[in-house]
């Protein structure tokens, strides 16, 4: 952008390249300062917004081309980063009710990407495992083409650079799971952090300085 450009200002979006003047809210939130910073902290919105939303069809899509509707696949991904869980770990997880995960364990179940089995340390606990057979003939190929499309993405950094984009997605998978609580939880009126106890990463507005 050169000197003479304008910079966004309030809660307008510049025009051109993709943008639009529409008066999006929480655009001065976000791009609170000097005018570049306003403007990435904009761009940085904007970029979350669109890969989120993506992300999402993307799910919906490998959802269907497998068999299965897109709270399973979810699920079934979260299941996958450790192999077995409860069913009330699984519900804490993904903020889902214990009775809504039994209808997805029963569903996956059927289809057969998991089996439900007796602790054998704790036989009154039940846990929902894996099978991890089904899993990679059905959906591993499903989505290896857009893992090797990342491959593609993570060879152009180094190493720091990529320590550097791991720390930024922990500390968005707390914010995630921080709002996803919220929204999840009862409706609250909406209300504005006090100036003098912002809200850091993963911490709801109305919850800084509890």
């Known amino acids: 952008m050169s ?22 809210p929480w655009i001065e939130a976000i791009g609170a300062g000097r005018p570049e910073r306003a403007r990435l902290a904009a761009e940085f919105g904007e970029g979350f917004r669109k890969t989120n939303s993506l992300m999402q069809l993307m799910g919906q899509a490998a959802a269907d081309r497998i068999g299965l509707n897109a709270t399973d696949l979810n699920c079934l991904n979260i299941l996958s980063f450790s192999g ?33 089995e007796r602790d054998p340390k704790d036989r009154r606990r039940v846990v929902i495992r894996l099978v991890l057979e089904s899993a990679l003939r059905d959906v591993a190929p499903v989505f290896l083409p857009l893992v ?3 491959q593609g993405v993570v060879d152009r950094y180094t190493d720091d650079e990529l320590r550097l984009i791991v720390e930024f997605y922990g500390l968005m998978e707390e914010v995630i ?7 999840r939880g009862p409706a609250e009126p909406t209300a504005a952090a006090e100036p003098d106890t912002p809200a850091g990463p993963g911490i709801p507005p109305d919850q800084a300085g509890r």
């Not at 000197?3 to 999006?24: C, I, K, N, T």
């Not at 009775?99 to 089996?115: C, N, P, Q």
């Not at 799971?177 to 929204?183: P, V, Y």
């Open 3 to 24: 000197e003479e450009s304008p910079e966004p200002s309030g809660g307008a979006v510049e025009q051109g390249a993709g943008r639009h003047d529409w008066e999006v």
């Open 148 to 150: 090797q499309s990342w």
């Open 177 to 183: 799971r921080a709002h996803l609580a919220r929204l």
């Open 84 to 116: 077995e869980m409860t069913a009330g770990d699984l519900a804490r997880e993904t903020g889902l009710t214990t009775a809504s995960i039994t209808g997805v364990a029963d569903r996956l179940e059927e289809a057969g990407y998991v089996r439900r």
